[in-house]
T-cell receptor, first 110, second 107 residues
Framework: NAGVTQTPKFQVLKTGQSMTLQCAQD?????MYWYRQDPGMGLRLIYY???????DKGEVPNGYNVSRLNKREFSLRLESAAPSQTSVYFC?????????FGQGTRLTVV | RKEVEQDPGPFNVPEGATVAFNCTYS??????FFWYRQDCRKEPKLLMS???SGNEDGRFTAQLNRASQYISLLIRDSKLSDSATYLC????????FGAGTRLTVKP
């Protein structure tokens, strides 16, 4: 039982390149979230999906798109990466009160 | 104003000390409250939920004051293994995190 799996774990992009961060959960939860974490800023919500087929903006959605492909998978896409998007990205899925996180993706945009 | 604000820290304390973290939140309609722990370069994990009546789990005590929109975490008899960042979390329609307070417990 893997819980929440994120890929890749590390990525370096050049400014302007695009990429998709993948997240899959095998916990059969309805909700899935994408956060970014920057030093001194805590986790900030980018987008969330309350159920399959729905997505909503969080605190910092600009520069990102998401797709809730099915109940298991929630992907985050950077269409044209910028240095300001250098961060650690976490996918999470809540179950009632507790949120379960993936191990994170460390993204550097140069 | 940030939705969830925490003491900036860092806190550096000796083993055996008692340390308290504070957190305030802006959305009075928030429904549930938590403390998460995050070790360096790891994902956050639930430490404990916070209830209006207050709750205790071993050396850890969490309290909620809805009128003041204030949450606290008290750690008694600190251990080296308590060194981590502690995140205050508030849930309304989604989960919002504070910036975290780093704790270092020294021998």
């Amino acid at each position: 039982n893997a819980g929440v799996t994120q890929t890749p774990k590390f990525q370096v992009l050049k400014t302007g390149q695009s990429m998709t961060l993948q997240c899959a959960q095998d916990m059969n939860h309805n909700s899935m979230y994408w956060y970014r974490q920057d030093p001194g800023m805590g986790l900030r919500l980018i987008y969330y999906s309350a159920s399959e087929g729905t997505t909503d903006k969080g605190e910092v959605p600009n520069g990102y798109n998401v797709s809730r492909l099915n109940k298991r998978e929630f992907s985050l896409r950077l269409e044209s990466a910028a240095p300001s998007q250098t961060s650690v990205y976490f996918c999470a899925t809540p179950d009632g009160d507790e949120a379960f996180f993936g191990q994170g993706t460390r993204l550097t945009v140069v | 104003r940030k939705e969830v604000e925490q003491d900036p820290g860092p806190f550096n304390v000796p083993e055996g000390a008692t340390v308290a973290f504070n957190c305030t939140y802006s959305n009075s309609a928030s429904q549930s409250f938590f403390w998460y722990r995050q070790d360096c370069r790891k994902e956050p994990k639930l430490l404990m939920s916070v209830y209006s009546s207050g709750n205790e789990d071993g050396r850890f005590t969490a309290q909620l004051n809805r009128a003041s929109q204030y949450i606290s975490l008290l750690i008694r008899d600190s251990k080296l293994s308590d060194s981590a960042t502690y995140l205050c979390v508030v849930n309304f329609n989604d989960m919002r995190f504070g910036a975290g307070t780093r704790l270092t417990v020294k021998p």
